[in-house]
């Protein structure tokens, strides 16, 4: 018989990235023994064990998850890029390989980091809840391959076969660290290339800070058991006030 691996042992794909890092350091906070997965090393820290492979390399996450049970997939190209396939081999083909390589080595839960754009048709949504229809013609192929990822990952939960998943959809993220959006930002605005203005000047738009998505991730791996709602569900994740843009 399988021994079952302590629940403080997990796993962090995409560890070295923004979101990750964030989630590594609070994980530690909270006594967890932290493995990060990520086809880079960004940062050393004690206590963390990394692994630099390829999600997309069954063997390489095999090796990784020896002895874990809990996973965060958090690992994503850039947004920004236009490279359509490595959108679909590391999304949807890669995420389809970190499920077989959890469910192979006993993993326990999966929690996705997925986004809020999964649901977002390029009209306003204002009090979206999770239960907005997947976007028909998705805004980018990014999204198009995270709506593709977060329904595997869902499909995937079975409480029989002792497998559970839940998906955690933020929008913008910002916080120390951050690499994209308001470094942009702020370089755009510095190239005199913010003199436009979409709509009246009320829009909003929800921005997330990275400790409150941290805080989202560890709150639903930690409630995420075979007789919990959330199996199988996905969850936005915002502020309390969206941001005035
Ligand atoms: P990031 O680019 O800082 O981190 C992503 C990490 O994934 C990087 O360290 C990268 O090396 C790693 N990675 C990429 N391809 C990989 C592969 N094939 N194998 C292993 N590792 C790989 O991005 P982030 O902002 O921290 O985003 C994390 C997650 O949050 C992503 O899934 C993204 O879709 C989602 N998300 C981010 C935002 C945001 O505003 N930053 C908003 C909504 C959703």
Redesign the pocket.
Known sequence: TRIRPSSKRCAV??????????LVEKLLEKGYTVTV????Q?YDLPGVAFHE?????KQALLKALQDVSLVF???????ASDDRA?FQ???VD?TRTVIQACQESGVQKLV??????VVFEGSDIKDGKEDLPYAEKPIDY?TET?IQ?EKLVLEACNKDKGFITVAI??????GPR????VPILVDTARRGKMKFIIGDGSNLVD??FVEN?VHGHILAAEHLKPDSPLCGKAYHITNDEPVRF
């Open positions: 794909i995409g560890g070295s990235g923004f979101l990750g890092r964030h997965f990520d086809i880079r960004s492979g390829d999600l997309c390399d997939h958090c690992a994503s190209p850039a947004p490595l081999k590391v999304n890669g996705l980091t997925s986004s809020a754009s990014y995270k990822q959809r933020p929008h913008g993220i910002f951050d690499p994209q959006l921005f997330t998505v």
